[in-house]
């Protein structure tokens, strides 16, 4: 799984705009929406008692993981290394804007504007200026101002855009090259200024919408340029840059990175100069919060209503965060129950006999929330018979979601049709059916072969069910795409059981699915960390065919459209594993990033969704629940939220503990 863009890890969030309030409301819950005018009517300062500073009990916490994260270099862990086990150990950037846990309110970091201002025209251009926090420092205890945020975009853009999450967080404008038959052009951030160190302005070649302005670059990470500076001069390319170590730099946390050893754990260290350390932040359930700082109390978002879901006083509490690595899922968990650590870290969801294992255990405590990521199996299009349409509409229609998620898995997984998860309720589209929904296993096999042979396919031995023994006897042999050419052996990489049984599992039903159509399908148990740089490798594109993987994902979903969009191939760095291609779809992307209400960035969500669910590059498999277990000795100050406390730094770090000191 990889960390998508929106995720970062910033908890010092001091600020409201609660759009994403709204995208990110339960499902049976009441969504309402509240307009940047009416957030700036009722933002309020009122004088409260001195906040008193926290002492740390100074405990160690211990945090279970079972995948190595790949590298210590903040900026290479949301680029070519952006795995989601890299992003829980590296700690968050700055930003100017980010979001509240456990809401996921939009809110002012760096910012000093309540709410992100208004794009407005500037010349031939389109220009935002952004006024700046003054008592916002580094973990080093050094101030974070505009130049750092000048020297972000001035780094991207040296070394042409990077890849991963950058094009996304900072897409640079780019001009038509005549020479080339390719449309090099691309909309975006053309400037970034200065003013003061305590003002910038960003600059941009078109009227950005909500995608870009304040979604995309608003929640952008900010690097520290005097650690930093050197040596992206020094570096001649990005992979100079990122051989770097980043231990120890400067973050925008509570915490330094301060020891790695791969294959065995990373540690985090507190900081005793954190300068939001004692602020006390309490979140009401409409997403409005209180901010208790320096003798004055704050409120965002309008008048707070409903319960009170967070109400906590900023850390650090914990002297350090210890990430053990474990084999596998199953010895983590075992690590957990037998009290070696306390927390575990898990995005894939437990089989029954492990929910079991740690639901049994009386010094556990076992949160269950919903999961904003999927599962998916990608098809490589570039390449025969992955590039046709109707090869991958028949396997897409073989697959039972349904029978997967309630037999096979046991209910361990839960069926997903769209690109967003049904927890990001505003956002998602359940009127989306899979496949072939609510057929039989007979009329889905035949309804594969219809598909196949109306598409100009054939066989040697077309596949015909037997009703009988309920199977496919015989199954199919020889078969030959349109154009005659007989379809190779292929091979559909999937993680094996140690890491995710759930994939495995799956990879072995798709390989039997497709073998009854004559696919000569061979899944592959593949480490997670393998197939990541496999599939993402620009210069690989043509070395796999299909692969299971999964993603965790931002609220605001841009993803729907980073993961497809032919600028986004990965052949040069971006998401679109793929290598998808569709001019109607990029034409969609485009008004995306130009939309400025909700409501019109939903309606092109939903469409970019059903082409994507009709053309099939990707098939959209399934989520789970996410179940979190601690030990008792610990405490969090909220275990209800969208992805769970494991998607939030701040979260883990905000644990307070019986533990004797360490």
């Not at 570039?382 to 998620?405: N, T, Y």
């Not at 960390?529 to 979903?557: C, H, N, Q, R, T």
């Not at 729907?560 to 001019?583: E, I």
């Not at 059903?610 to 498999?621: C, G, N, Q, R, S």
Request: contains cysteine; proline residues 7%.
């Amino acid at each position: 799984m990889r960390i998508k863009l929106a995720r970062w890890r910033w908890i010092a969030v001091l600020g409201v705009f609660t759009l994403v309030a709204a995208a990110c409301a339960q499902p049976g819950t009441e969504e309402t929406t509240t307009t940047q005018a009416e957030v700036a009517e009722t933002t309020t300062t009122t004088k409260a008692p001195e906040t008193t500073e926290p002492e740390p009990t100074g405990y160690t916490l211990t945090v279970a993981i079972f995948s190595d994260p790949t590298t210590d270099n903040p900026w290479a862990a949301i680029d070519t290394e952006s795995d989601v086990w890299t992003g829980y150990v590296n700690p968050g950037q700055g930003s100017l804007y980010g979001f509240q846990f456990p809401t996921y309110t939009l809110a002012p970091a760096l910012a000093a504007d309540p709410e992100p201002p208004t794009v407005q025209p500037d010349g031939d251009l389109w220009s935002v200026t952004v006024n700046l926090r003054d008592d916002v420092t580094w973990s080093d205890g050094t101030p974070m101002t505009a130049e750092d945020v000048v020297f972000t975009f001035e780094t991207v853009k040296k070394f042409d855009g990077l890849g991963g999450n950058f094009p996304s967080a900072w897409p640079l404008a780019r001009e038509d090259d005549p020479s080339t038959e390719e449309d090099e052009s691309n909309n975006g951030v053309v400037s970034v200024e200065a003013l003061s160190p305590t003002q910038v302005k960003i600059t941009f070649n078109f009227d950005p919408g909500l995608a870009i302005w304040p979604f995309s670059v608003a929640i952008a990470p900010i690097y520290q340029k005097a650690f930093w500076g050197p040596k992206a001069e020094a570096a001649a390319d990005s992979a100079a840059f990122y051989s770097e170590s980043g231990l120890g730099a400067p973050n925008a946390t509570a915490y330094n990175s301060s020891e790695r050893e791969p294959g065995a754990f990373w540690r985090n260290v507190a900081i005793d100069n954190y300068w939001d350390q004692g602020t006390r932040y309490t979140v009401y359930e409409n997403g409005a919060f209180t901010v208790e700082r320096g003798g004055t109390t704050e409120t965002y978002g309008g008048e707070p209503s409903g319960d009170v879901v967070a109400d906590y006083v900023e850390g650090p509490y914990a002297s350090e965060i210890v990430y053990s690595l474990y084999s596998d899922q199953n010895s983590a968990v075992l690590a957990l129950t037998d009290g070696e650590v306390d927390f575990l870290l898990n995005p894939l969801g437990l089989q029954r006999g492990l929910q079991q294992l740690v639901l049994s255990e009386p010094e556990l405590n076992v949160i269950v929330n919903e999961q904003n990521g999927f599962r998916y199996l990608a098809f490589n299009t570039r390449k025969f018979p992955m590039s046709d349409k109707a090869f991958r509409q028949a396997l897409a229609c073989r697959i039972d979601k349904e029978f997967m998620a309630n037999t096979v898995l046991g209910g361990a997984a839960i069926a997903a049709n769209s690109l967003v998860p049904p927890g990001n309720s505003f956002w998602a589209n359940p009127d989306l059916e899979e496949t072939c929904a609510g057929l039989s296993e007979q009329e889905r096999l035949e309804k594969a072969v219809q598909i196949l042979r109306d598409a100009g396919w054939t066989w040697t031995q077309e596949p015909v069910w037997d009703e009988a023994n309920r199977d496919v006897i015989p199954k199919g042999e020889g078969l030959r795409g349109p154009n005659g050419e007989e379809v190779p052996d292929l091979t559909l990489l999937a993680p094996g059981p140690g890491y995710d049984p759930l994939r495995a599992t799956y990879s072995l039903f798709i390989e039997g699915w497709a073998e009854d159509l004559g696919i000569p399908v061979k899944a592959e148990p593949t480490g997670f960390s393998v197939i990541v740089d496999k599939v993402f490798e620009p210069s690989a594109v043509m070395d796999w065919d299909m692969y299971i993987l999964g993603w965790g994902l931002g609220v605001f979903p841009d993803h729907v459209f980073d993961f497809f969009k032919s600028s986004q191939d990965s052949a040069v760095g971006g998401f679109n594993t793929p290598g998808y291609s569709n001019p109607d779809f990029d034409a969609l992307a485009d008004q995306f990033d130009r939309a400025k209400t909700l409501e019109e960035a939903r309606d092109l969500v939903k469409q970019a969704d059903a082409m994507i669910a009709e053309d099939l590059p990707y098939v959209v498999l399934f989520t789970t629940p996410i179940i979190e277990a601690y030990r008792n000795t610990i405490e969090f100050p909220a275990t209800t939220t969208l992805d769970g406390i494991q998607n939030w730094f701040g979260g883990v770090g905000l644990a307070t503990s019986t533990k004797q000191a360490a």
